[in-house]
């Protein structure tokens, strides 16, 4: 990967969890967490997190357009 897909990668990650943990927080899902929450919560982000570099890796043309 190069190095705008690399930043790119991480600002894109950075924003997901960011995002997705501020709306979870508003419907109050950490109140009550338990290990077999965390464990599903972190399989999910892991997920969204390998589609998210899947997408950057296959996609070089449009990330290089991202930083002209």
């Avoid at 997705?20 to 997190?49: D, E, H, P, R, W």
């Avoid at 899947?54 to 991202?66: A, D, L, M, Y």
Wanted: one cysteine or more.
């Amino acid at each position: 990967m190069s190095d705008h897909q690399k930043k790119a990668f991480w600002a894109i990650l950075t924003g997901f969890f960011i995002a997705a943990t501020v709306m979870l927080y508003k419907q109050q899902v950490f109140n009550s967490l338990q290990l077999g929450g965390i464990l599903i919560l972190g399989a999910c982000y892991l997920v969204c997190g390998v589609f998210i570099y899947r997408f950057v890796k296959t996609n070089p043309g449009e990330i290089e357009s991202w930083f002209k």
